[in-house]
Structure formats: structure tokens, C-alpha cells
């Protein structure tokens, strides 16, 4: 049965690397997961800056250092955020599990108390860092969540998309992802999505995101990060910007880092 | 006839087309006008607390809440919880609400396993009892809600809206009204604010147009109708009245300003006192038309002008002199009212002088009125007589009660309270009023004093400075609920620290603790949960304490102390709030009420001086109405009537007025003096004669005022009320305490001079 073990090894090879498959043939909802897994890296290392400015154009400058891997053939995805600047916030930590299909895990490192306190949050609509991110724009849905649906293609940046509109199934998604319907700009190409407009619960329009410089980070998985996104609410005019940094691919970041243990640890 | 006289029958045509072109010119423009329901536009732009107020408006957003009260047993039964969610949602959805306050938007920080948990002060709506009664510990706990927007024994809870700064009030109100009525519950439902008071002040100032002037001008068709008794009598010196409106209101949108709520006083008072010389010329028309004269049509035109032109130009001047002393108020509408009741009168002053007699002169002749001997002597003449009896035979006797009673009454002068809260102009089981009372007693109170600290805000020193401020107004009985940035790093103090640790509910003496606290909030809360407490950079941070009282006592209690915390400190920034708007609008009220006062006794004392080319004929006119002003004040005090912006602007006005009997009664006395009557049968005589005019129109002065009676807004019955009082005051001081003065003291300038 050699020859069995070894079709079954190369076609979970195939599987895992699956290569594109003819766009024709994908759903929205297919376009829309395999959206969500281009960005996915096995393993990363970052330095990146946000900067919140508010509706005066005042800002609020961090600088972080991010770790991240994947675990459990890329359902979870385990996160240690470190901030570098500004300096009273130095050396605080978040270190992040990213489940699949549960609540996320969340600790918080806080070096002048010299404590770590676990987060609950469940409510994936909450800003990240106070910015105008929030968790679900971080971290990939729960796909049966929503309903998904082609609007039609559209060019951004000479970029060919679709336009695909996700939409919550029931109120409680709605309330917790804090959006009754997204549309998002996804590039028939690599998949990466280049423009999301979201509409608040009411139906208003939102925010607004705008992803730029795409870069293929893993070559041989056809992965993709973003080294700029921007995010404007168009309600309360703040506006966030995500800027990587520095990116580099690392499928063998220790596992040591993601443990609360390592968060104290500065 | 003198020449001016026989110039206004020459140039009638053209006079009457003058007046009534210019009334209707002046008149066209009144639907122009505006208006302005915002109290703080009542106040100078130059004043320091709106100064501070709108700058702290610039720094955090608006503050203004417009909120939604639910009433019942227990507002955490799950219907009402649910009413309540779906308020808070829907009232998110509209336009020009910046942020909502309420059990499902505000939030309850605290520790659980090992966890700091941020979520909604209500996340989910209890199910059975038990879930019931853990919602009902965990709120008691959770000093952001508790007390403010659901009350300490849960019946109330409240549905705040802030609402953005450039927002109509009129039509969010409108939608948070259509909305409560849409989302239906068995819980009584209560609209309050200081938006919503504006909006029913508003609306209240259009009914009292609607309903006063119409009311009042037919009050004093029915007098002058009582009066005259004839149809020209009614017409003439209504026509001056309607015309010297029209000119008044008409101006209002001319001089670029707007209509407050007091100046609804301006067509009342005219309505009361424009129509007094045309009185007096209807008065002598018929008193020269008597029955079988001889006089033509124009004769009598020019015979009513040329007698009495002086004695009503004289009264015009004192009445505009009184007026124009509300220039002392500060409150802008007082100035308003002040020129533009002026002007008003001037131009009642003027029609009355030229319109009526060229009217008079082209009118076909009326029938006679006064007849040639009398019958049957009226109740009103009898009652003068009688007057003239008693003035002459216990002449002393009157002057010392006179002055025992104002002094006895004088007393309550010492009760005299001030009061500017807007929630008091309506009645206690007006909704403004009723909801103003539920928000004070149980939801926070409904005024707000703020201070603004400036520097790093994240700094220990500056954060435990607002710590300790806070607790020491929490403290405070007449303090309701504060807010504050220091409030909510001790919460997460407490979610972070076990009780036993150094730092738990305290401010962290470490800069970099507190800007931790921080980034951890940031990562479970709302970036905008802040956004009324600190600026985005923490430059700037705002200390809020609702007052559960209006009353200025109390108030200034407040503000004295927040003003002895902060005096000198460089980190305190401001101190505003519309608490210390009324604060400081109720002393500039008092401020402008003495002054206004003093002006008025100084001016026209000095134009009977003038007049009467006399200093003691000052001090005699006087004295009644010192009387009269410490009558006033005393029965203010004993009847509880508070002093606002409304009845502050009364004693000037009251000056104004009530000096023209005593003018009347001197310059008529004085005439008899001279024509020969030793000083018993002059003072009997112009009391008989005069004295009838004196009571007409003091008659019609309280009979115009009286319509206030029926307005919405409390300050302005009590203003009618007061007017009447002290109008009668005068009356009185000028038919029985001048005659006996001027019997007991023989001043000099009464005297007939010695040829």
C-alpha cells in the first residue's frame, strides 16, 4: 500500500497548497473564504505603525511588533502584539488566540502594574486599540455567519474585482460584527481585497476601507499582506491607518512566544 | 387753537397716510422675525460663564441632553428593558444625536475571574428572577449608570441623547417624540431636557401671542367701550394702539434681533399704556363737546391738542424715560424690550397728538356725551370725593400709615428669592417641570457646573487634583451625579487590582500605569466612551457635576467651591456649564434690577425737577414710589414670588408709568393754586376732575396688564400680577398719600407765585 501512502501524501500536499482553481467556477461565498485565507501566513514577523486621527486631524502614533502563527492546520492563529512606542505605554503586551469557532482568547501585559489580565470581549464590532479597525476587520468570520452574494466586477487601481456584498444572517451577527452588510472589493487575481465599504446597522454608510501595496509574502502558498489599509469612518470622520513596516515570512516562529508566560517576560 | 394746532387740520391728509403707511411699512416685516428659544442667547456674548460654556461646547462636543424618562414598579421587568433597549437603538439612528446614554450604551467596567470586562451596564435582559436580582446588584455597583440614568430605587430610567451643537431642537424633539410613540410599553413615558424646555418655551411663546393680544385688545375695546361709550372713543385710541404694535414688533426683525420669551411683554405693555393719551384726548373731546356747544368739527380737533399737548408729552417722556432704565439689565432681551416698548410709546405718543385730532377733525361731530347737568353722581366720583375728605381732614394720619404699612411690609423684602431656572417658568404639573423634577430628585440632576483641566492628563498629579475635586463635590448635598475621567481610571483600578493590593481604587501614582489602564480600555471599550471626559489628545479633561437644584443659593454653593478649589491653579483651564450660566445670570439680574431701579428714580426725579423747577417736587413725587417699590418687593418676598427675568425688569417699568398720576395730580393742583383755591379745595377739586383721568388710566394700565394672567409661563403672571399691584400702589400713593404731602408739607414750588 506504498504507492496508496504516497498519493494520499501528495494529494494532501496538493491539497493543502491547493493552486487556483478557475475563478469561473467560484461562489461568492468561495470567493470571499479564499479571500480570507490569501492573507493567511503560517508564520510572520512585523513591525508596523497605526496612527489614529480624529475628526481635527490630531493623531495618536504607536509603534508594534507583532508575532503570529498558525496552529491547527490554520484554524487558529496565535498572535503576541508588542508595543515599542510611545513610550508610556513601552513593553505592553497582547497575545492573542484566534479560534476558528469559538470567543477569542485575549491577555493583556501591562509592565508598570507588572500584570497580566485576560480580556473578554465577545464582541468582535469593538475598535482595536481605539482605532477605527475592529476585531472582525482583524480576523477572518465565521463564514456561515453570512450570506454572500456577486453585485457584479468593478476596477480598482487597474486592479480587476468583484464587488461582493456580505450579509449578516440574523441580527445578533449583525450586532456583533457591527455591520448589517458589507461590500468588499476582492482582485480576481490574488484574491486580496483592495476596497470594503461597510453599512452601520441602519444601512448608513459607515466606513470605508482602502487597502494599497499588496505584497506576495509566500510565494509558494500564493499569500499576500497589504503594507497599507485605511479605514475612515464616514460618520464620525476618524480615520486609522495600518502601516506595515517591516514584514518577514517565518513558518518557524518559536512557540514560545505565545504563551502569557513570554507576554511578562520584559 | 395754536398754531401747531391749526397746522395738524391743515395737514391731515398727509399725517394720517404718514402714520398709517409707516405702521403698515413696520407692520409688514413682523412675519420676518425669528424666534430665539435658547436661553443662553438671553445673555451677552461678553459674559464670562457663556464664554467658558461655549468653549468647552468646542472642546468635547455639545452637552446638551435631550432625554427619554421611563416610568414603572421596576424598570428591570424584561418588557421595559426591552422598551428601553429599543429607544436607546433607535434614538442612535437619528440625526444630530452625537451619542446616547443609557443601560445598553453606557458601561460597566469590572473584574471577573481574573478578567477586566468592559460591556454594556445591561448586556443582556434578564430571563428569570434570579438573572434579575444579579442585574440588579451589578448595576447598584457600577457608579457610571447608578443614580443617573436609571434612579437608586429603579422605577426611573433614562434614555439620554447628547446631541451635536449645530442640531435643531425643534425637529430632534419632534423625532425622539415620534419615536417613544412608536415604541409602545405599558411604562409611562416622560420627554425632558433642556432642548425639549427650549422647544415648548418656544412653542409656548407663539400660543401666548396667539391668545394674549388678541385677548387683550379685546379687554380694552371692552373698556374703552366702558369708558367712552362711544364708538370713536373705542376706535381712535385702539387704532394708536394696533399702529404703535405694528411699529414696535416690526422693528424686532429690522434691528436684526429675535423674539425671546419676554418679548411677549412688549405688545401687552403697549396694549396697557399706548392707549393712555389717547384716552386722555377722547377724555377732553367729549369734556369740550358738551351738549349745545358751538364748536365745529375742526375747532375741537385742534382745541384737544393744543390743552393737552404738554401734560402727555410730559408723561410720555417719564413712561419712555422708565423703560429706556432697563438698558441696565444685562440680559439682552431686557435691553431689547426697553427700546422697543420705547419706541413703541413714542410713536403712541406721537399718533395720539397728531393722528387722533386730524382723525377728529375730518369725523362729523359725535353726539355729546357728557350732559349738561347731572343726575345721579357715579360710584367713582362719590368715591374721589369721599378721597378729598379724608385727604383734608386727616392728612398727617394718612403719611403715618402710609409709612408704617410699606414698612411693615417691607419686611418680606428680606424673602426675596432669585431664580433663573427655566424649568420654573411653568407650573408644577407642566411636563417641562415635571420631568425637570424627576431628572433633580432621582436621575443626576438636570444643571451641570463643568470645570476643564488642562496639561497632561495623564499625569497622576493632575489626575488625583480631578479625583479629589470630584469626590469633594460628590459630596455635596446640592451635587447629584459627577463625571469624570478620574472616575473611570478608578473603576478600572478596581477591575485590575484585588482589594488588597496597593493600587485598587485609587489613582496609579505612575504616569505610564495610567496610560496603560488606558491602551487596556481601548482594547474592549469604545474609542468614543471617553470622548465627553477627556480630548483626544489628553490635553484637556472635563470634570461634570450635576446639580440636583436650580435654585442660585445652592448653586452658588457650588460654584464658590469649585471656584476655592481652583482658584490660582494653573490646570484648571475653565469652569462653565449652563449651571453657571444661570449662576451668573440670576446676580446680573439682581445687578441690573438695582441698577435699572436707581436709574429710573434718579431720571425722573430729575424730569419732575425740571418740570416742576423744583428739587423738592423730585423728592415729593418720590415718595410714592418708594413706597410703592418696597410694597412691591415686600409682597414679592411675603408671597413667594421669585425674582427672574421677567419680574426684574417690573419696578422700572412700574417707575415709568405709575410717576404720571402724581405728575397729573401736582400740575393740576398746582393750577388751582394759582387760580385761587386755598390748598383743601384745590386738592378736593383736582381730585374730583384730574382724579377721574388718574383713575381712567391707571384703570386701563391694569386692565391691559391683566390678560397676563393667562399666559404659560409663570414669571410673566406674576409680572401682570405685580403690575397690577403695584400700579394700584401708585394710584393710591397719587390720589391720597400726594394730596395729603402736599397738605402737610405746603412745598414751596405748589405755592402761587407772588406777582
Known amino acids: ?266 | 387753537m395754536n398754531k401747531a394746532a391749526q397746522k395738524i387740520v391743515r395737514f391731515r391728509w398727509p399725517i394720517i397716510i404718514g402714520f398709517v403707511a409707516a405702521a403698515l411699512f413696520f407692520g409688514s416685516r413682523i412675519p420676518r422675525s425669528e424666534i430665539e428659544s435658547d436661553m443662553k442667547a438671553m445673555l451677552p456674548s461678553d459674559m464670562e460663564s457663556r464664554i467658558n460654556t461655549d468653549r468647552i461646547d468646542e472642546l468635547f462636543g455639545g452637552t446638551d441632553m435631550l432625554m427619554v424618562i421611563l416610568k414603572s414598579g421596576d424598570v428591570l421587568e424584561p418588557e421595559t428593558l426591552e422598551r428601553t433597549r429599543e429607544i436607546s437603538r433607535q434614538m442612535k439612528r437619528i440625526k444630530g444625536v452625537d451619542k446616547v446614554l443609557s443601560l445598553f450604551e453606557l458601561k460597566n467596567i469590572k473584574a471577573e475571574e481574573g478578567a477586566m470586562i468592559v460591556e454594556p451596564a445591561v448586556r443582556r435582559i434578564p430571563e428569570n428572577e434570579e438573572q434579575k436580582e444579579l442585574l440588579r446588584k451589578d448595576i447598584a455597583e457600577n457608579d457610571i449608570v447608578y443614580g443617573s440614568v436609571i434612579s437608586k430605587d429603579f422605577t426611573l430610567t433614562a434614555v439620554i441623547a447628547l446631541l451635536k451643537t449645530e442640531v435643531s431642537d425643534i425637529e430632534i424633539v419632534k423625532e425622539v417624540q415620534d419615536l417613544v410613540s412608536k415604541i409602545r410599553g405599558s411604562e409611562e413615558v416622560f420627554v425632558g431636557g433642556l432642548p425639549f424646555t427650549r422647544v415648548q418655551v418656544t412653542k409656548s411663546i407663539q400660543g401666548d401671542f396667539r391668545r394674549l393680544l388678541p385677548l387683550g385688545i379685546l379687554i380694552m375695546l371692552v373698556f374703552l367701550f366702558f369708558c367712552f361709550k362711544q364708538l370713536r372713543g373705542v376706535f381712535l385710541p385702539f387704532i394708536v394702539v394696533v399702529m404703535s404694535i405694528l411699529f414696535a414688533m416690526g422693528l424686532i426683525p429690522l434691528l436684526g434681533w429675535k423674539i425671546h420669551v419676554i418679548t411677549v411683554l412688549v405688545p401687552i405693555m403697549l396694549i396697557a399704556i399706548a392707549n393712555d393719551y389717547g384716552i386722555h384726548l377722547i377724555a377732553k373731546y367729549q369734556e369740550y363737546n358738551f351738549e349745545g356747544n358751538l364748536f365745529t368739527k375742526e375747532e375741537l380737533a385742534g382745541k384737544i391738542f393744543s390743552s393737552l399737548s404738554k401734560p402727555v408729552i410730559l408723561t410720555g417722556l417719564t413712561t419712555t424715560a422708565g423703560m429706556l432704565c432697563l438698558l441696565g439689565h444685562i440680559i439682552i432681551p431686557s435691553r431689547q424690550i426697553s427700546i422697543l416698548a420705547s419706541c413703541g410709546i413714542l410713536f403712541a405718543l406721537a399718533a395720539s397728538l397728531l393722528f387722533i385730532p386730524a382723525v377728529v377733525s375730518m369725523l362729523p361731530k359725535a353726539k355729546p356725551v357728557i350732559l349738561a347737568r347731572n343726575d345721579k353722581k357715579p360710584f367713582l366720583e362719590k368715591t374721589l370725593v369721599f378721597f378729598g375728605k379724608i385727604v383734608t381732614s386727616r392728612a398727617k394720619a394718612i403719611i403715618v400709615f402710609a409709612v408704617v404699612s410699606s414698612l411693615a411690609v417691607s419686611a418680606g423684602i428680606f424673602f426675596v428669592v432669585v431664580d433663573t431656572d427655566p424649568n420654573h417658568y411653568y407650573p408644577d404639573e407642566h411636563p417641562v417641570a415635571y420631568s425637570g423634577r424627576l431628572v433633580n430628585d432621582n436621575l443626576g440632576g438636570a444643571q451641570n457646573i463643568s470645570v476643564v483641566f488642562q496639561g497632561d492628563i495623564k499625569d497622576p498629579r493632575i489626575m488625583t487634583k480631578i479625583d479629589v475635586l470630584e469626590h469633594e463635590l460628590q459630596a455635596m448635598p446640592e451635587v447629584g451625579n459627577t463625571t469624570s475621567i478620574a472616575r473611570v481610571v478608578r473603576q478600572m483600578s478596581r477591575a485590575l487590582n484585588d482589594p488588597a493590593e496597593e493600587w485598587y481604587d485609587k489613582i496609579p501614582d505612575d504616569r505610564n500605569a495610567v496610560a496603560q489602564y488606558f491602551e487596556l480600555y481601548s482594547m474592549s471599550g469604545d474609542p468614543d466612551d471617553f470622548e465627553k471626559m477627556v480630548d483626544f489628545p489628553y490635553e484637556h479633561a472635563l470634570l461634570t457635576a450635576r446639580l440636583n437644584t436650580a435654585s442660585t443659593k445652592k448653586m452658588d454653593h457650588v460654584i464658590d467651591r469649585v471656584g476655592q478649589r481652583t482658584d490660582g491653579d494653573p490646570d484648571v483651564a475653565l469652569i462653565g456649564g449652563f449651571g453657571s450660566i444661570l449662576s451668573e445670570l440670576a446676580h446680573k439680574v439682581v445687578d441690573g434690577q438695582l441698577l435699572s431701579l436707581g436709574l429710573a428714580i434718579v431720571v425722573i426725579g430729575i424730569l419732575l425737577m425740571i418740570l416742576f423747577r423744583s428739587f423738592v417736587a423730585g423728592l415729593i413725587s418720590a415718595i410714592p414710589l418708594a413706597i410703592s417699590i418696597t410694597t412691591l418687593f415686600g409682597l414679592m418676598g411675603i408671597f413667594r414670588i421669585e425674582l427672574n427675568v421677567a419680574t426684574a425688569m417690573l419696578s422700572s417699568i412700574m417707575i415709568g408709568v405709575g410717576v404720571d398720576y402724581t405728575i397729573h395730580y401736582l400740575w393740576r393742583f398746582r393750577e388751582e393754586r394759582q387760580n385761587g383755591l386755598n390748598p383743601q379745595d384745590a386738592a378736593k377739586k383736582t381730585l374730583t376732575t384730574t382724579g377721574r383721568g388718574i383713575v381712567f388710566n391707571a384703570l386701563s394700565v391694569i386692565v391691559g396688564f391683566i390678560v397676563l394672567f393667562t399666559s404659560s409661563f409663570i414669571p410673566v403672571r406674576f409680572f401682570g400680577f405685580l403690575v397690577v399691584v403695584s400700579i394700584s400702589s401708585c394710584l393710591m400713593g397719587a390720589l391720597i398719600l400726594i394730596p395729603a404731602l402736599c397738605l402737610v408739607l405746603k412745598p414751596k414750588f405748589l405755592e402761587p407765585k407772588s406777582l
Open chain 1, 1 to 266: 500500500m506504498k504507492v496508496a501512502k504516497i498519493v494520499i501524501a501528495v494529494l494532501s500536499i496538493y491539497l493543502v497548497g491547493a493552486p487556483l482553481e478557475p475563478q469561473e467556477n467560484l461562489d461568492a461565498k468561495q470567493i470571499v473564504d479564499r479571500s480570507f485565507q490569501s492573507t493567511k501566513l503560517a508564520g510572520s514577523e512585523m513591525l508596523s505603525t497605526m496612527t489614529i486621527i480624529d475628526d481635527r486631524g490630531r493623531e495618536r502614533v504607536r509603534k508594534i511588533a507583532t508575532v503570529s502563527k498558525l496552529y491547527d492546520s490554520g484554524k487558529t492563529e496565535k498572535r503576541l502584539i508588542r508595543f515599542l512606542s510611545p513610550a508610556d505605554v513601552k513593553g505592553t503586551g497582547l497575545l492573542t488566540f484566534d479560534y476558528e469557532s469559538e470567543d477569542d482568547d485575549m491577555w493583556l501585559f501591562m509592565p508598570a502594574l507588572r500584570k497580566t489580565r485576560r480580556i473578554v470581549s465577545t464582541e468582535k464590532a469593538k475598535n482595536f486599540m481605539g482605532s477605527e479597525f475592529t476585531y472582525a476587520d482583524m480576523t477572518p468570520p465565521i463564514l456561515d455567519d453570512f450570506t454572500y452574494e456577486i453585485l457584479g466586477e468593478e476596477e480598482i487601481a487597474g486592479t480587476s474585482c468583484w464587488r461582493i456584498a456580505m450579509i449578516p444572517v440574523d441580527d445578533e451577527v449583525a450586532d456583533e460584527n457591527g455591520f448589517s452588510r458589507r461590500i468588499a472589493f476582492i482582485a480576481k487575481g490574488d484574491f486580496v481585497i483592495r476596497r470594503a465599504v461597510y453599512y452601520d446597522l441602519y444601512g448608513e454608510l459607515l466606513k470605508e476601507l482602502t487597502v494599497e501595496e499588496i505584497k506576495e509574502i509566500d510565494p509558494k502558498n500564493h499569500r499576500y499582506r497589504p503594507m497599507r489599509m485605511v479605514m475612515v469612518n464616514k460618520q464620525n470622520d476618524r480615520k486609522s491607518v495600518l502601516n506595515v513596516d517591516e514584514l518577514q515570512f517565518n513558518p518557524d516562529v518559536n512557540d514560545e512566544f505565545f504563551t502569557t508566560r513570554y507576554l511578562e517576560r520584559y
